[in-house]
């Protein structure tokens, strides 16, 4: 359910830019020869010359729509070009539409904060550019303004009737001296924007669209009024009348069972006949967020922030098998599966290596028809896990994941085997976060990794339902309380978060230097470790006087533990890939067991082992990701760098979408 958020200010400019016809203009820069021809792009599935997923606005002047297949489109418009979408793995392969539009979104980015909404639209908040400009150089003190910002429609000023009057109009408004604040800024906005649009087209060769306005949601409706490749401008003074005729099905997040409730139990058609009811009567209706944002949309008003984001928020690999295609026994959904799997791990390793983030949650989505009754198409239930770096297991894990859901799937209709047919299955990565870079990134992986502290109710197979559940975000600091190190010589120094978790200590901690590795692990999660060399041959760290641990005494009394084998640190770091689903229960269970003993236990009781660098076994660390391998080969290179903590890379948009065709 929508939830209200109170708006920031109502002097914000906030533009919205969605480019146009979108893969058809990838195509026409790749097959110049397509330019100004009715273009479409078409699906992999070329029955009846494949479904329409983009058309050219030269095709939509003959009448040719996405809803159409390529055989119907050549009815209509005979001449149209039908471009297939790349393929690859017998699917769609959007990597070049992925990496076209992250061109767009760099040079976007350069004048504000910058959120990437879907693979051809920006959300971009101005506010600040837009009062550099308005101290700076305000319109009205310009003796030209770009011919891109006098074509802009400004809602309430111009009107299709203003013919060729239209850009005088539109240059009295940008440059009107007395206007309100709140005008003045927004017609900055609409400078900076057009110029953003010609840095697109020339940059990129790609038209687009703008919305400016003083928030996302008018923003938004703003910039599919006018397209192709122009800009509309949304005054305050305009917002009623923009509203007031909106359809309101066409409402961001009313197009389904809310707008349908509007619409028959309210006789709700556009947003004005919302603004006969009072708050209170809505929030009687749909309760009091509900109720909140609708009386506040009806308005025009919308607190939503622009979130500062370049890169996905998850990544998705799925494909449909409609009709006969269906998806009929446990080896074809694996298959594809792995298909989609493989796809889905070099995007993420493409991520970790270019824009250091790693995802940490696996979800798999899936359509399904019952046994035997292929016309019914049941909510097939989508299920989750912790996500495990690796081609390999991720597709095991999705494969169990499917399986765990084909079951709970079949259990309700009560037919265990055979008839099912899958016509749509899909893998995504999400709960992604940003390793930060220098001393934070093996907090961070470890925190990720964490599979105990998850509180979410296990399912069988270790696996856990779908929805969301805080515990099982480890975003976070605030479920964490970091343990500062400090490291003799203070050449690095981590912070490591250290995890109650029901009482019992799971606490982790690591510390490097250049002379030598320190891990403080809690008891239990060391318990299924190899433990040795715990001498502590390390200058003493100030801040703390670690106990001797009781398997130091054990390795101290018996020899035949092998001194400076490193298999420990291993371990320890194997730890962290113990969220295999396979292995949760059993490790849960382990932990259970222990947890009595263990209960009386806390912090205070973490142990502190020591490592000598120089005893580390260098396989060990080829077995970290590939990010860390390189920081713990930093901290391990002696007195190389007096800082051995590793400057912030600069995120590269583009080459994260760039790198996802790997060899
Ligand atoms: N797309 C898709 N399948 C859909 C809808 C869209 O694969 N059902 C792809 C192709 C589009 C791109 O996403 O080019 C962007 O979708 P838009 O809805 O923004 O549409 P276009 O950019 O094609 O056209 P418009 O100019 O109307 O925005």
Redesign the pocket.
């Given at each position: 359910m929508p939830v209200a958020k109170p708006e920031a200010s109502d002097s914000r400019v906030i533009a919205h830019i969605?480019?146009?016809?979108?893969?058809?203009q990838v195509e026409q820069r790749k097959h110049p020869q397509l330019r100004g021809l009715p273009t479409a792009?078409v699906q992999y599935n070329s029955w009846k010359g494949g479904g329409l997923?983009?058309?050219s606005y030269e095709a939509r002047n003959y009448g040719v729509k996405?809803s159409m297949r390529g055989d119907e489109a050549k009815e209509v418009c005979p001449e149209i070009q039908l471009v297939q979408v790349p393929v690859a793995r017998g699917k769609a392969d959007l990597n070049t539409y992925r990496e076209a539009g992250s061109q767009v979104v760099s040079i976007l980015a350069r004048r504000g904060r910058c959120e990437r909404s879907?693979?051809?639209?920006v959300y971009l908040d101005l506010t600040d550019a837009a009062e550099r400009m308005l101290t700076e150089t305000s319109p009205h003190s310009l003796e030209t303004i770009i011919e891109e910002a006098l074509k802009s429609h400004v809602l309430g000023i111009t009107s299709r009737e203003d013919g060729i009057d239209v850009k005088e109009k539109v240059r009295e408004w940008l440059c009107k001296s007395d206007a309100d604040r709140r005008d003045k800024l927004l017609a900055c906005g609409v400078l900076i924007v057009a110029d953003l649009r010609m840095q697109v087209l020339q940059e990129t060769q790609f038209t687009c669209?703008a919305g400016i306005a003083h928030n996302k949601m008018l923003a938004k409706l703003a910039s599919a009024m006018n397209?192709?490749a122009q800009q509309t401008a949304v005054p305050f003074s305009s917002v009623k009348g923009l509203l007031e005729s909106f359809p309101i099905k066409k409402m961001k997040q009313l197009g389904g069972k809310l707008g349908s409730s509007l619409q028959t139990d309210l006789g709700v058609n556009t947003v004005g006949d919302l603004w006969q009811f009072s708050e209170g009567k809505l929030q009687e209706r749909y309760g009091i967020n509900t109720g909140t944002w609708l009386w506040n949309i009806a308005r025009g008003i919308n607190g939503e922030e622009v979130e500062g984001r370049l890169l996905p928020k998850s990544h998705g690999s799925g494909k449909t098998f409609p009709g006969p295609r269906a998806l009929k026994n446990l080896p074809s959904v694996q298959h594809w599966l792995n298909e989609l799997c493989e796809e889905l791990s070099e995007r993420l390793q493409s991520d970790l290596e270019h824009n250091r983030r790693i995802a940490r949650n696996l979800t798999l989505h899936a359509h399904a028809y019952k046994p035997n009754d292929s016309d019914s198409h049941d909510k097939f239930p989508s299920k989750s896990c912790a996500l495990r770096y690796g081609t390999l297991k991720i597709q095991e894990d999705a494969m169990n994941l499917f399986q765990v859901g084909l079951r709970e799937f079949l259990d309700s209709s009560k037919v265990t085997q055979g008839g099912w047919g899958i016509t749509g299955l899909s893998v995504s990565a999400s709960k992604i976060i940003a390793i930060p870079s220098g001393t934070c990134s093996i907090k961070k992986y470890f925190q990720g990794q964490q599979p105990i502290c998850s509180s979410s109710k296990p399912l069988e197979d270790g696996y856990i339902e779908t929805t969301e559940h805080p515990s099982l975000s480890f975003s976070g600091d605030e479920d964490s309380t970091s343990v500062p190190i400090e490291l003799p010589g203070q050449e690095a120094s981590m912070q490591v978060p250290y995890f109650p978790c029901n009482g019992v200590d799971f606490g982790q901690e690591a510390a490097a230097s250049t002379s030598g590795l320190t891990f403080c692990v809690g008891r239990e999660s060391c318990s299924e470790s190899n433990l040795v060399e715990p001498e502590s041959t390390l200058p003493e760290e100030p801040r703390r006087e670690p106990k001797t641990h009781a398997l130091d005494q054990q390795v101290r009394k018996n020899p035949s533990v092998e001194k400076g084998k490193s298999s420990s640190i291993l371990d320890f770091f194997r730890r962290a890939d113990t969220n295999s689903p396979l292995q949760k229960q059993d490790q849960a269970d382990k932990m259970q067991g222990r947890h009595q003993s263990h209960r009386r236990g806390s912090s205070q009781e973490r142990e502190t082992w020591h490592y000598k660098a120089d005893e580390i076994d260098p396989s060990v660390i080829n077995e970290l990701p590939p990010e860390f391998q390189e920081e713990v080969r930093d901290w391990l290179r002696p007195l190389k760098r007096p800082n051995v903590v590793k400057g912030g890379s600069g995120v590269s948009i583009a080459s994260f979408f760039s790198s996802t065709n790997k060899p």
């Open positions: 969605d480019m146009d016809c979108f893969y058809v792009v997923i983009a058309v996405r879907s693979i051809d639209e669209s397209k192709p």
